[in-house]
């Protein structure tokens, strides 16, 4: 019993946390990409200083090299003139230089390898980053018109404003009309009281009428 409980609470628990990671699924994208930015920011720095070791290395071996074919001229120079003992001195500096090249030269390699790894991985970290960026553009675009609908779902359920108001014009609009309810008043009246009857006798020339006609009008404004 008590391991289905534990089971139901962290069943409970894991759809809490995708409810909620799904209602903030947009500020999640966007967090997540300012900490792939940032780490970016920090590669590129990192990428930076690399690059600036890498320059100042090479800016010594460089030197260290002319450095050593100038002085293996001297040495040279010196051996022709016969001058054993500077010659010697110049070419225990000449090894020392070469053993540091040797090693500045080594170093200087790890560094370009280091560099070439960094600056693709940082090109690469860009790229995604980029693609994120866009990918959050059309993930915004779409959380945007699912909240939409949503809203338009509920405000078409029944029970919501357009419902109400739906039912409020049907019944407007069912409502008897106070002047057709009238005149059948009136002609419910003229029935009782037989003016219907009496109307349609003298129209028919029984008697004397019990309206004016228009034509009665006509006649008499022609006899005055």
Not at 136 to 150: G, K, N, V, W, Y
Request: net charge neutral; no cysteine.
């Amino acid at each position: 019993m008590l391991d289905l409980i534990s089971t139901l609470f962290r069943g409970a628990n894991a759809k809490a946390t995708e409810t909620v990671t799904d209602h903030f699924a947009i500020d999640l994208i966007n967090q997540k990409i300012r900490e792939a930015e940032a780490g970016v920011e920090g590669a590129k720095h990192a990428l930076a200083a690399l690059i600036v070791r890498q320059r100042a290395e090479q800016k010594t071996l460089d030197t260290l090299g002319v450095r050593k074919a100038i002085l293996e001229n001297r040495v040279r120079e010196a051996l022709a003139a016969g001058n054993e003992a500077l010659a010697l001195e110049g070419a225990d500096a000449i090894a020392q230089m070469e053993n540091e090249m040797t090693v500045r030269a080594e170093t200087l390699a790890r560094l370009s390898e280091r560099v070439a790894r960094l600056r693709q991985s940082v090109e690469q970290a860009h790229r995604r980053v980029a693609d994120l960026r866009q990918n959050a553009i059309a993930a915004r675009a779409i959380d945007l018109e699912r909240r939409s609908q949503r809203r338009l779902n509920r405000s078409l359920d029944g029970g919501s404003a357009i419902h109400e108001a739906e039912k409020l014009i049907q019944r407007v609009t069912e409502q008897d009309d106070p002047f057709q309810q009238s005149s059948v008043l009136d002609e419910i009246d003229d029935a009782l009281s037989h003016r219907s009857t009496e109307d349609n006798l003298a129209a028919a020339g029984f008697g004397p009428a019990t309206k004016t006609r228009a034509q009665d009008v006509l006649a008499r404004l022609r006899n005055a």
